[in-house]
């Protein structure tokens, strides 16, 4: 298994630019996440999606759309990108109740 | 702000030294779970205790849960080098998964 997929791994935006970050589970977890970290910080969520068509705000949701597109994919959405975006961006799935996995990130610095 | 504030935000040992981090949190809670973070990588689940449990134990770990003081703790024992990375707590908050600010832990050879 794949476990969770994120594209792009690294991506360099100038200010304003859009970009939409893309997350797939093979697990067939109803639970899907969208972190950012920030260096020597924790993760911060943004987004979630406790099931299939249902999204919620997170903690740091300003800036960012998500879209639930079907119970694999999770997509997230900086329609107009500012420096105080560059982060590490996670994101995980799970059943609820037990265990997280993550993707292995994506790096966006926006210039 | 986050759910869970651990402590210390940094600790240095030397191996096979004991290392241990704290949790707090500030809801009520299904389970509890730590992670751990290798430099610029995504996190790997380490273990998961449940709110009706107080304490778990899983090779080199063990945790311990207080739902009356909202806090955890994780004990690595006998720290090795490879044990080298961030550790994280996490609660659950209805449907949401919220992580601490971490610990950062370096063990020295």
């Known amino acids: 298994n794949a476990g969770v997929t994120q594209t792009p791994k690294f991506q360099v935006l100038k200010t304003g630019q859009s970009m939409t970050l893309q997350c797939a589970q093979d697990?067939?977890?109803?639970?899907m996440y969208w972190y950012r970290q920030d260096p020597g910080m924790g993760l911060r969520l943004i987004y979630y999606?406790?099931?299939?068509?249902?999204?919620d705000k997170g903690e740091v949701p300003n800036g960012y759309n998500v879209s639930r597109l079907n119970k694999r994919e999770f997509s997230l959405r900086l329609e107009s990108a500012a420096p105080s975006q560059t982060s590490v961006y996670f994101c995980?799935?799970?059943?609820?109740?037990?265990?997280?996995?993550f993707g292995q990130g994506t790096r966006l610095t926006v210039v | 702000s986050q759910q869970g504030e651990e402590d210390p935000q940094a600790l240095s040992i030397q191996e096979g030294e004991n290392a241990t981090m704290n949790c707090s949190y500030k809801?009520?809670?299904?389970?509890l779970q730590w992670y751990r973070q290798n430099s610029g990588r995504g996190l790997v689940h380490l273990i998961l205790?449940?709110?009706?449990?107080r304490e778990k134990h899983s090779g080199r770990l063990r945790v311990t849960l207080d739902t009356s003081k909202k806090s955890s703790s994780l004990l690595i024992t006998a720290s090795r080098a490879a044990d080298t990375a961030s550790y994280f707590c996490?609660?659950?908050?209805?449907?949401?998964?919220?992580f601490g600010t971490g610990t950062r832990l370096q063990v020295f050879p």
């Open positions: 995980a799935s799970l059943r609820f109740g037990t265990e997280a996995f």
């Open positions: 697990m067939n977890h109803n639970s």
């Open positions: 999606s406790a099931s299939e068509g249902t999204t």
């Open positions: 809801t009520s809670i299904n389970n």
């Open positions: 205790i449940r709110s009706n449990e």
């Open positions: 996490a609660t659950d908050d209805t449907d949401k998964l919220i």
